[in-house]
């Protein structure tokens, strides 16, 4: 029996603590890529700055 694969595309927090923005799930690399360029665009340059990153995996539906 095949099983169907749903690509996901997320943001998680560097130091791996979950919050709004990384418990959305987007469809597409850009969709996740825009809204962590309007996150960073609030956040003042400081050494306490939370980093991001842009992970893709699956999901079975």
């Known amino acids: 029996m095949e099983t169907d694969r749903i690509k996901v595309v997320r943001?998680?927090?560097d130091d791996g603590v979950?919050?709004?923005?990384?418990r959305?799930?987007?469809e597409h690399y850009n969709e996740a890529y825009d809204e962590?360029?309007?996150f960073y665009a609030d956040v003042c340059c400081s050494d306490e700055?939370?980093?991001y990153s842009i992970?893709?995996?699956e999901i079975t539906a």
């Open 11 to 13: 943001v998680v927090r």
């Open 18 to 22: 979950e919050d709004a923005l990384t």
């Open 24 to 26: 959305r799930r987007f």
């Open 36 to 38: 962590l360029e309007r």
């Open 49 to 51: 700055r939370v980093e």
């Open 55 to 57: 992970v893709t995996g």
